[in-house]
């Protein structure tokens, strides 16, 4: 303990003694609770106050603990936590809300294929009891479903052959429900009908949670600032260190009060827009404007494109496109874009036909129509299904190399001046626009001499059957001009769950190489924001990532050595502030955007700090923590803080700040899209549930969109 002292006064570097201290104190602290209630990481949780979402789930609410080193003492981070659980209770019942069904008796026209199928996989590993029987209490573990119905699952019985329903006839005087539905199989052999099978609860829900009941869970776990501190201050109660046996033995003491903080707020920057407009320059109040008397800084020019329609002409009749095509050009002229040709050609395809088909008859019409490079295929989308928007970006981005731009059909009939503009912002870029920038004497470390910004982020495949297969996606994009506004991006594919980028020295080469066709010259600084990184992995990141972004530098000359800093950002943690003066809120009750914190709470000695960059819009705001691992341009704390906090206003995809620095949040868009070009069908961070260890291949995107924004 002396060392973690040492440390905490900075006094000394983390040794693996300190570690070893601060491990020790997270076991303490979680032991007792642990025995209590089901324990998940460094998390708890109770069943009290559960709420049932769709899919035979159901989300607990628990708390986060964790022991934290900060400046002089050892801190505990106690935050609100919810995960999902397998409901408990008679299977058949979890069957039919695994099916959306109303009820059980909805299941008597038995299960189709694809039916079986998703029922099997959500249920596989399952714990249950059998309820037919008072005596057994011994729990078993679904392995699979039978193929064929209870009344026709045959097996060996003394000698003769009988069907599991007959059975339960003759041996328990048990006439079954659900003939006509699947068995359980739980070893080898032994087969349980539905209906006799309880699920035992508190079992948590391993598979990745689909979109409806990702929403679900939102709902549910939203809470504004508020209300989450009250219930933070009631976890206290739960938690009741001062009684902790454990704690006492150990000689360790918590504050039962939250850690007051000294925070400040940084000034708002200047936005730019294009000269002509008639408000071309912005301070926007509480991270919030519109586009209401303003025009991009540099509009696009779309004259070659085509609409095609992923519905019938019966269901989206071509007045009805026409009519927002008319909207959205006009939008996207105001708003300072060329649009020579407001009448593009319209097709109409099926959502379940030759979707790469559909899209190349689009793009040979946009280009025969106009007699020019076909530029944007805007499609129209019946719903927000994946399947569909994942296969025309595959196409556009990997097969044709054209820019591709999804609405929503629901959007298309009652058109939305906003909506538009939201959607113009998004074409520009995609066409090589910029949207707006910042005004350079805010911005000096990248104006005074030539500087690119780097973001760099890895999507892993989640938990699940065959996921060890599957490889994880590295993005890196970067500024390819003097604003900081356009970016390109380079994407590998490496070996699965790696964090650290195998191909960096590379990917970075090339975006150097990128920037240097833009703009003429060598980027003479490199500020690099890193995302998804834990501390446990910095010391890999810096003797790895660093030494890449170095070796790529010598690669292009031998004599160029721009400086570079290098910066983890860092949006997975339990960190939350809370205004003591409600006067020093926003609407939300959220601390207000530029918000910085940067004591007590913070590392002992390293440069770190907590940023607040975004308007809160609902529940609690999550900071983003900023680590610096590495800095040879010198930054103080206000200058990086500023820097960072002014980048998150131009971000291309709207007129708000947002949360994270542009290039990091465009690397994490990057990733998910680049899940979209596996062949075969959209790589799925889910597990191969489906297609068991096949292989995942993936298209690389055409060389035309690679200079420009197609992600956004």
Not at 277 to 287: E, K, L
Not at 637 to 658: E, F, G, H, K, W
Request: proline residues 6%; charged residues 20%.
């Amino acid at each position: 303990m002396g060392e973690l002292f040492q440390f905490l006064r900075a006094r000394s570097r983390m040794t693996n003694n300190c570690q070893t201290a601060i491990m020790a104190l997270d076991a303490i602290i979680g032991h007792k609770v642990s025995t209590l209630h089901v324990a998940v990481g460094r998390s708890f949780f109770t069943p009290e106050g559960s709420r049932s979402i769709s899919g035979g789930a159901e989300v607990w609410q628990g708390y986060y603990q964790s022991a934290r080193p900060t400046r002089d003492k050892m801190m505990i981070n106690i935050d609100l936590s919810a995960t999902a659980f397998y409901e408990g209770g008679r299977l058949v019942q979890i069957v039919a809300k695994i099916l959306e069904l109303r009820s059980p008796d909805d299941l008597r026209r038995g299960l189709s294929e694809r039916e079986h199928q998703k029922v099997e996989r959500k249920i596989r590993n399952l714990k249950i009891r059998v309820n037919h029987r008072a005596e057994a209490r011994t729990s078993s573990k679904i392995e699979r479903l039978t193929q064929t119905p209870a009344s026709r699952t045959m097996f060996e019985k003394d000698g003769n052959t009988i069907d599991v329903a007959t059975y339960f006839q003759t041996t328990y005087n048990m006439r079954l429900i659900y003939p006509f539905l699947p068995c359980v199989i739980v070893r080898r052999n032994v087969f349980l009908p539905l209906e006799v099978c309880d699920v035992i609860p508190g079992q948590r829900h391993m598979r990745k949670l689909d979109g409806k009941q990702v929403d679900e869970m939102m709902n549910f776990t939203r809470q504004n600032p508020t209300l989450r501190a009250n219930k933070i201050r009631a976890g206290l109660n739960i938690l009741d260190y001062r009684n902790d046996e454990y704690m006492q033995q150990f000689g360790v003491r918590v504050s039962n009060e939250m850690a007051m903080v000294d925070g400040r707020i940084l000034p708002t920057p200047t936005i730019h827009y294009h000269p002509s407009s008639r408000d071309n320059r912005i301070r926007p109040a509480g991270g919030v404007w519109n586009l209401r008397d303003k025009k991009v800084a540099t509009g696009a020019t779309l004259g070659s494109w085509c609409v095609l329609a992923f519905l019938s002409p019966d269901v989206l009749p071509d007045h009805d496109i026409i009519a927002f095509v008319r909207e959205l050009a006009n939008t996207c002229q105001d708003t300072g874009m060329n649009i020579p040709n407001k009448n593009p050609p319209i097709l109409h395809a099926n959502p379940q036909g030759n979707i790469e088909e559909s899209l190349k008859q689009a793009w040979l019409r946009a280009g025969n129509s106009a007699k020019a490079q076909p530029q944007l295929i805007l499609c129209i989308l019946p719903n927000t299904g994946q399947p569909l928007y994942a296969e025309i970006k595959r196409v556009s981005d990997t097969v044709i190399g054209v820019a591709t731009q999804c609405v929503q059909n629901r959007y298309i009939r009652q058109t939305k001046k906003q909506y538009c503009a939201n959607v113009c912002l998004k074409i520009n870029v995609k066409l090589g626009g910029m949207n707006s920038f910042i005004d350079p004497t805010q911005i000096p470390f990248i104006s005074d001499r030539p500087t690119i910004l780097m973001g760099a982020d890895v999507t892993h495949p989640a938990p699940g059957p065959g996921s060890d297969e599957r490889p994880s996606i590295a993005a890196v994009t970067a500024s390819v001009d003097a604003k900081a506004s356009r970016y390109a991006a380079s994407i590998r594919i490496q070996r699965g769950r790696t964090e650290i980028i195998a191909d960096l020295a590379n990917m970075v080469k090339e975006l150097l190489k990128a920037f240097y066709q833009t703009c003429g010259r060598k980027p003479e600084r490199i500020l690099f924001y890193r995302d998804g990184i834990s501390e446990s992995q910095f010391g890999s990141i810096i003797t790895t990532e660093i030494a890449a972004i170095k070796a790529a530098c010598q690669a292009l000359d031998v004599n160029y050595k721009p400086t570079i800093t290098f910066v983890v950002v860092q949006k997975r943690h339990h960190t939350r502030f809370f205004p003591i003066d409600r006067r020093d809120a926003d609407r939300t009750g959220n601390c207000p955007p530029g918000t910085v914190i940067e004591t007590v709470i913070t590392h002992p000695f390293e440069f770190d700090f907590y940023l607040q960059s975004h308007a809160g819009l609902l529940g609690t705001s999550r900071p983003a923590h900023y680590y610096v691992l590495y800095d040879d341009n010198g930054f103080n704390p206000d200058m990086l803080q500023t820097l960072s906090y002014n980048l998150c206003y131009i971000y291309a995809r709207c007129t708000r700040s947002v949360s994270l620095v542009p290039p990091v949040y465009y690397a994490h868009l990057v990733t998910n899209r680049a899940k979209l070009h596996a062949r075969g069908g959209p790589f799925s961070d889910t597990g191969s549930e489906e297609g068991g260890g096949a292989a995942v291949t993936f298209g690389v995107v055409k060389p035309e969109l690679q200079r420009v924004m197609y992600f956004a």
